[in-house]
């Protein structure tokens, strides 16, 4: 039987790839990637378009961060388990030694969101992450149950971090890196992986995985639209019977979140303005600010997706 590559092993081998030039990256990540450089204990040098991962945690700083994320909370206080998200995103965050920073905060309102629809899909099942940062959202679903295994697809240098974070997260949790069809299948068999690393140059092998619930947090805005074509092909394909989609991202960036494939037969969960994106805040008055609406209005969308026959 093939050996995978796991755990450190997986980092080791992505860290010594994460300059090498990639198919499925934009222009804008062209641009960008080449502005920092990650060490081997998972520091960045440079800067980064990743978000914010920030160590810098002291008892005022926590206090400060708490105050001003309160008044975002309105945008998701209808979500029934809203505490238990915050909870777990907060004993995460100090686990990887982050401070629980606004990034943080709006992927928690995601799962709560998600919870809120469709919980079956968080508590067991494969969930595919799309552009994950340092391994924030799959964090939290893995933290929900034990049941659910997370399938994370990001360009390698992006991958290396979501990766590193996770090992933090989760200490004894097992990762595999698969780039083929054959490796996938491997590591789906193994019930002990509870993440699969997969790179987005091969990301067609996201086909051969039941996804019974995806994610994409602002990282689709950056993709050419025939890349996003793809993963919602690899959506509607995949073997699951059901596949739940969240997707939240500008209107209009690289790609045009109204010309992403949408069907008309999609099942609508939730379809609007993000709010808690569209606002942010800041430690200078107005400390709660908005972002300009029209084309850099953030929208986001839950869907149960129609399935290829």
Known sequence: MKNLPLNEDAIHELLARADDDEQSTSAYWDEHKSLFNIQSD??????????????????????????????????????????????????????????????FLRHVFTLALIQQHRPEKVMAGNTLVIGDGFGTMASLVLGRSP??????????????????????????????????????????????????????????????????????????????????????????????????????????????????????NDVILENSICEWSQHYYSNKWPFIRQRSYGDKTIMHRFVDLKKND
């Open 147 to 264: 049941d659910t295994r997370v399938i994370i697809v990001n360009l390698t240098k992006s991958l290396t971090l979501d990766l590193m974070y996770l090992k933090r997260a989760y200490p004894s949790i097992d990762m595999a890196l698969v780039k083929s069809d054959e490796e996938m299948d491997l590591a789906l068999a193994d019930t002990t992986i509870r993440v699969i690393a997969v790179q987005s140059d091969h990301c067609e092998i996201l086909y051969r995985a039941p996804i019974h619930l995806a994610v994409n947090i602002v990282s689709m805005q950056e993709m050419d639209l025939p890349v996003v074509e793809k993963y919602f092909d690899a959506l509607r394909s995949n073997p699951a019977e059901t596949t739940s989609f969240y997707c939240c991202n500008r209107r209009v960036k690289t790609s045009n979140f109204d010309e992403y494939p949408w069907d008309s």
């Open 42 to 103: 998972g520091t960045i040098i440079g800067n980064s378009v990743l978000g914010n991962a920030s160590t810098k945690r002291s008892f005022l700083r926590d206090a400060a961060h708490y105050l001003l994320q309160y008044p975002l909370k309105k945008w998701a206080r209808q979500y029934r388990t809203l505490g238990q998200c915050e909870k777990l995103g907060r004993e995460i965050a100090k686990r990887t030694g982050r401070q629980f920073t606004y990034d």
